[in-house]
């Protein structure tokens, strides 16, 4: 190692010729091709397949990495794991995107020529949907070989393939059979253009709708005409003191169902989506209803109408009621009405003497009984925040906080007829439902994240869908079964659990089919076909079967006269002839086989085998996804494993990560900072590629792609790589002993060599604990950075004492080795390339397995001696830095006997009897004879509980451990290099204990000394 030609030389690595290479070697011993070994534990990767509609880019490569680290990390640990991939077809977006394509629509045409580099020629294919899809399919298949993913292609399939649309029906005849799936009228977000509901997959930006039903409280004008309000909290009505109406907007007069009301002219197209029987009369402009009355349906007074800016058409109704003593925002604006004289000005006689009507106490807020007008809840919120005006931001909080404490700890007023002494909880239910049964209220659904827009641009509204099929989310016996199977699985990070939990109680029907696109027709009406979030979910088991569809033992119908294979391969099954019968007993063991062998003219031994291949596989151990998936996709993939397989064969574990940014923004085309993923390996390297993705942050962070951390990343691999050469270079230096002529007993161990030994063993231990918990940020932080830092100080040390023996070669080869086998996971391309150098030649270094920890080559002497002496150095540079005296003679002094019992006596204190108190501490200490010299000096015991509180806790259960530790020794040992730091090699070095009666002591620091901080005299 000492080899300084070697050292400085660096060998350019070949990024591309070492990629191709593992990638042939991979491909040609199919080591990612796994059959059930009934031998071996199973391990079942899966992550979402991807929507072939663009390539892949640096964002969707995060979790697909995750996941390929983990079925590295799994395999490396013994586990026969199973990865494989599929493509979702499924849907309108392919469509969408094709008929742009063909209406010639310049933005996508530039973002594929620019962005994908598409060839025009191919382009022009595009308008042919399935063109699209298979062409992103190739692409994105390429990059995640590209990309070293370990995965099993035999097993790859398209969501329009013919069997698994039988696989597909199958899951919704089973969901129908148990009552999961109804059909009804519920509301659904809904594109106008298309004429087709509307969720994540289907919106740009893909965002789900969200919604919210509304009460639409009905206040009558004196000419009859009703003026609906929307609002979330009903039980206010009781609290009303006026409507807000904004005097600019034109609303209009229409013939509802059998009643005639004034709304805003998007509430008039939005209430036909929801069913009612909507005509326009006139047009009518706020300001012609300001000043006016209208009567309150339940109290039966007359409220006014007042002129508000801040109303919005496309809100609601554009007209609502204002509730000043429970809502801030109706309290501030009514304040700032009273002030706004111009406005009250432009319409006569308009009084504003409205006061707010509490109608609800909580413990927050008890209402004085002796005064007539008591300050109301809203009033006091507004001076608890300071609030100036209706724009102030602190509005928002002030209404959160006042709405939750009223939610859940408020209780009705006198005020409120027969509701007094309710809860609101409750109140607001039954409130809403009587004035709905008494006809003085409505619902209304409102997206609550608008706009949404469709894929084709259109703005998307909530329709209340007739006769549609929805699957029953909403079920109480289904929720439960979901939450059974949550409760087992492991979630990680944990910390998202409530996350899941929150959207299993939230969901509700579902509507599950489309009338146009991509996908499997609904069985039970062939109208429809099955939406893109509804055919994804339990899939995971499909790769079973498309196994023996790829390898042509289940011949899709289409082929079976082509192809004449009969001979090489059993050729068994035909899609056509399997039935529900067949996947109940694959999937659910159900049924007879014989039976279904005969009935479905399967193979009896093909039908086992499937079976037997199912069973072996499934659960699946983890399910890696997004963390934007958990509120549809990774909730529904719970809701339907649990009603259709059995128990054992629920899901185990979920995997959630966060997005990535390009240097800090979110990636955007119109920032144009998507690099495709090819692009960037391309560039950069796969395993840079890979590392950069995962070493910004932990699981749900948003991780930062950065070009400076992948090229800081790059050349750190470098110096790994070219620390290897090196390293074989030497074992091969003619002269110098060979590894395999060397037994451990034979060689010399230094105490450096114990060392680092001892630390790779601490660093097995934590990595192993990162990858179990999925922590890689930290994980790999250890692997590229920690280790390196002890290799440096490792170097330093046997550079200082000039050691040229066959123990270093030794200690490198262990500690190297067991660094690369916990890179592999992560960089699989350069790990495989550097241990065919420094391992095992030729075998993949998968098959060299995940380090084990060896407790015997814990060293703690080893540990705490190079402690002391990084800790020496320090305290001596920072000596000399002060004083700036160039060293001649260094005099170190350790501690005395008495003051080591001490410490120990102390340590053991803190750390066993958890005491830190210093009086407890001094009388401890006082009892025992050995130590009671204690109090003669209570600074020293001060500084020694001081220094054992400030050192990390594994040093001082390291500590505890040592009873016996000879500091003399290890700065014996390291005198060269003590000397070398001190800035003058020539530099003499004196040691002394602090009980030595001979020692040179011109000053008396000897006394300052403790134990492990000893003292430093300098001439
Ligand atoms: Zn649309």
Redesign the pocket.
Known sequence: MNNNNNDNKKKKIEWRLIEEKWRRKWDEQKIFNIDPDFSKKKYFITVAYPYPNSPQHIGHGRTYTLADVHARYMRMKGYNVLFPMGFHYTGTPIL?MSRRIAAGDKELLETFQNTYHVAKDTIKSFVEPIKIASYFHNEIKLGMKEMGYSIDWRREFTTIDKLYSKFISWQFNTLRNKGLIVQGSHPVGW?P??Q?P?SQH?TIGDVEPDFNEYTLIKFKLDDGYIVPTATLRPETIYGVTNLWVNPKVEYVRIHIDNERWIVSKEAARKLEFLNHNVAIESSIYGREIVGKYVEDPVRKVSIPLYPASFVESNNGTGIVMSVPAHAPYDFQAIEDLKQNISLRNEFVELKVDVIPITIIGSEDYTPDVNNDHPISPAAKMIMKYKIKDQDDPQLEKATNELYSQEYYKGKMLQNTQKYVGMPVSLAKDRIKKEMILSGAADVMFELINKPVR?????ECVVKLLNDQWFLNYGDEKWKNLAHECLDKMDIIPEEIRQEFNYVIDWLRERACARKSGLGTKLPMDHDWIIESLSDSVIYMSYYILAKYVNNNSILDGDNKLMTNTANDVDVVAIVDNLNDSFFDYIFLGNGNASHIAVECKISLSLLEEIRNEFSYFYPLDARHSGRDLIQNHLSFFIFNHAAIFRREHWPKKIVVNGSVLMEGKKMSKSLANIIPLRTAIEEYSADAVRLAMLGSAELLQDADFSFDAIKGIRSTLDDIYNMAINYSTAKLKPGSSLVSSMTASEMKREIEDRWLVSRLQNYITDITVSMDKSRVRKALHDILYMFDQDLQWYKKRINAKNREDSAIVLTLSIFLKSRIRMLAPFAPFISEEIWQIIGDESHSIIFAGWPNVNEDKRDLVAEESEQLIINIISDLQNILKVTKISPVKIIIYTSAGWKQKIYQKILSFILLKNKTNFGDIMKQLIKDPETAKAKNDPKLIRNIVEDILSDPIEARNRRLKLTVFDEIFPLKDAKMLLSIESGNAQAEIILHSEDDTQKYDPKEKSKYSRPFKPAIYIE
């Open positions: 969408a594109c253009k298309d087709n509307v289907d469709c894929r084709c641009g259109t």
